[in-house]
């Protein structure tokens, strides 16, 4: 291949990657680790591998839209934070015209997946998702107040439904405990990133909570509700085998002793690492959703 072949094919590397980063992979990553076991638990031990790859393919598309709509309405912001300044659309790696309309056919393709390979709730679900995620948290809540992650959260609680649905064509009360577990997750985890990054919220002009609140107002709230999602999660093994309820109850101690950990250490005004609790939380969610989906597979007795 000649040096000009080699060249252009560099470049339309870079612009897939640019798409690619447009979607956000890694948020999209987790959330799929919370939707495969919400069908799981739906028909415990009985859900065909079908009906997940096409719930996981529509769920991918509906976050991948979101995530795009998202940058596209987050790109002057993106620009002046330090965290973000490498996104696609914040050094111009990608068209805004051709990013909108990206996120537009990731949506509406979301939506007629869902609804041809599952049901039309969870295609509806899914565009309540994309909706939700543009218009309220996006546009309304994330600039203008410091609960947006609080409220905003919901957005990324919507593939438990999703799941949820379907597989049964309804939404059960495991579902809304599920979607429970991650909306009180979301602040704590997303609190203890902006905890590192306050700086760069200030800049841009968003009201997280780090941003305009003291350390230790800002790890109080994060105690609350880290343990709210505990709590939530022991709720949840009413419907599931015992071999989730052991793993709740250990991975929720161990959750709820970072938190701790960390307002002891504001309090004494001592050296934090608040990010060590934003990664681990990650892990949290996980192992926590893991050992529903294995308890759910192999179908162990439920607890009453």
Not at 32 to 38: F, N, R
Not at 197 to 218: H, S
């Amino acid at each position: 291949m000649s040096v000009r072949g080699h060249v252009a094919l560099n470049r339309r590397w870079g612009t897939a990657l640019a798409y690619l980063a447009l979607t956000k992979p890694r948020v999209i990553e987790l959330l799929l680790v919370t939707a495969i076991p919400a069908m799981l638990l739906a028909h415990r031990g009985t859900v065909h591998p079908l009906v997940i790859l096409n719930t996981l393919i529509g769920g991918m598309l509906a976050a991948a839209g979101a995530n795009t709509l998202n940058c596209v309405a987050d790109a002057d912001i993106d620009k002046v934070m330090t965290r973000t300044a490498r996104r696609p659309l914040a050094r111009a790696a990608v068209p805004m015209t051709n990013a909108l309309v990206f996120g537009l056919t990731l949506s509406v393709a979301s939506f007629f997946w869902l609804w041809w390979t599952t049901n039309l709730l969870s295609g509806l679900l899914a565009v309540a998702t994309i909706a939700f995620y543009v218009f309220v948290y996006t546009l309304l809540l994330k600039r203008r107040t410091w609960q947006n992650v609080v409220w905003g959260g919901a957005a990324g609680c919507m593939p438990v439904m999703i799941g949820w649905s379907a597989v049964t064509g309804t939404i059960g009360w495991p579902a809304l405990v599920m979607f429970a577990i991650i909306f009180f997750w979301t602040p704590p985890h997303t609190w203890a990133l902006a905890m590192r990054y306050k700086d760069d919220y200030k800049a841009a002009g968003v009201p997280m909570l780090p941003a305009v609140a003291t350390e230790r107002r800002v790890v109080r709230h994060i105690v609350v509700y880290t343990w709210l999602t505990v709590l939530a999660t022991l709720v949840l093994a009413l419907a599931a085998g015992w071999l989730y309820a052991a793993v709740a109850v250990l991975a929720g101690t161990w959750f709820v002793t970072m938190a701790h950990q960390l307002y002891a250490g504001v309090r004494r005004g001592a050296p934090i690492q608040p990010l060590r609790l934003f990664l681990q939380s990650n892990n949290y969610l996980a192992v926590v959703f893991c050992a529903l989906a294995l308890d759910s597979a192999i179908a162990l007795p439920t607890l009453v």
